[in-house]
């Protein structure tokens, strides 16, 4: 198994509606279960999406990836984020439709890998097999426990800061 950690969506804008995505929008997509695909070529899949969150304090959209590792395809994309750094960025490909009351949908295709995302600060965080996998699963389970709704003062000042995860992997550079 081998698994990635990283960002698809952020706060970053174009000024286009159909393009940008709302906080709102962020916090409703749902990308579990998205196919990993290289450069959104339809022939190249390489793996699934197995977790997403966002990160309400950034307003990034983070997403845990796992590659399928049954394929030369699939061990190819891992080997070209991990060992090469060929492919450090991620990118959502959705489309837009309108509801019949004119609001706009957005509905998630897949996730790429690529040289570099459409949206920057779109990257792979974390890269790894099982033992990295295993931490990026705990990391995304803390960070998710993490941001909970607004605390009152005095819940706030009574609650004790979370404790970071204590772990010897360096993040890629």
């Not at 837009?96 to 965080?125: A, F």
């Not at 974390?126 to 699963?137: C, E, N, Q």
């Amino acid at each position: 198994m081998a698994y990635f950690l990283g960002t698809v969506l952020n706060n970053s804008t174009e000024g286009d509606p159909t393009f940008d995505f709302s906080d709102n929008e962020k916090e409703r997509v749902n990308l579990k279960g998205l196919p990993v695909r290289i450069e959104h070529l339809d022939n190249m899949k390489v793996g699934k999406i197995e977790m997403d969150y966002l990160d309400k304090k950034t307003g990034e959209k983070w997403v845990l990836g796992k590659f399928d590792m049954d394929s030369f395809k699939s061990k190819y994309g891992f080997n070209a984020t991990n060992n090469t750094k060929l492919y450090r960025g991620l990118s959502l490909q959705h489309h837009v439709y309108r509801n019949p009351d004119g609001k706009r949908v957005k509905v998630p295709i897949e996730v790429s890998i690529c040289r570099e995302g459409r949206r920057p600060g779109t990257l792979i965080r974390r890269m790894g097999k099982t033992r990295i996998g295993d931490f990026a699963k705990k990391e995304y389970i803390h960070n998710a426990s993490v941001y909970k709704p607004a605390m009152s003062e005095s819940q706030v000042s009574s609650t004790p800061a979370p404790a970071a995860p204590v772990t010897s992997e360096t993040p890629p550079a």
